[in-house]
């Protein structure tokens, strides 16, 4: 289910991924994942989930979940929905979408008990090394200062990415581990992945590029060279 090198792209709810919009930026990372041999996974905002779920082959994640069960949760997202929706799982505690450890916790359980795919977001080395704790079966480490900003955290911060492989690796080495905020370019990606990450988390660069599909394809591209000389 899950292919690696992974290019998981997270849509938020940018303006450009809602409705229509939203079903041609999965359809294009289908056509990339036909060309080339990586997982391209993508993460569209909550109320188009059903829709992308039946216009594309590829994985497609919730941004969210919320810990409850089935019941008396105005505005909740539960696991059970996801799973009738036909994702693959969820994105849970994204820097914009914060969660307490326990609820954390809770979650992860839950996808699992549900064959769900859990993308626990980390901010640090230390809570990556708590989140893997927690045997979440992908780890995406994300500095919050660069989200957003362009500035790739594979170039600006490439400690981090080695300290967080590093961690995940000698405490939980059946978990994949990602890294993101401001992966923009092939390049990126390239450095990600010889930094040890499996693949990376990324948003603004592809979502709101005048050209969504060019991007992807040299990110896949580079993904693949990298991969294939580790
Ligand atoms: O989930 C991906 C994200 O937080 C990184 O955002 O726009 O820096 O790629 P961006």
Redesign the pocket.
Known sequence: MIKLPLIVL?FKVYSEAIGEKAVKLAKYAEEVSREYDVGLAVAPPTTELKTIVESVNIPVFSQHVDPHPCGSWTGGIVVEMLKEVGVVGSIVN???KRMILADIAIVLKRLKDNNLVSLLCTDTIETTKAGAALSPDIIAI?PPE????GIPVSKARPEIVQGAVEVVKKNNPSIHILC????STGEDVAKAIELGAEGV?????YVKARDPKTILLSMADAALKAWENR
């Open positions: 997270n994204h820097s914009e994300e660069l989200i957003g900003t993101g905020a401001g992966i988390l990324l948003a603004s660069a």
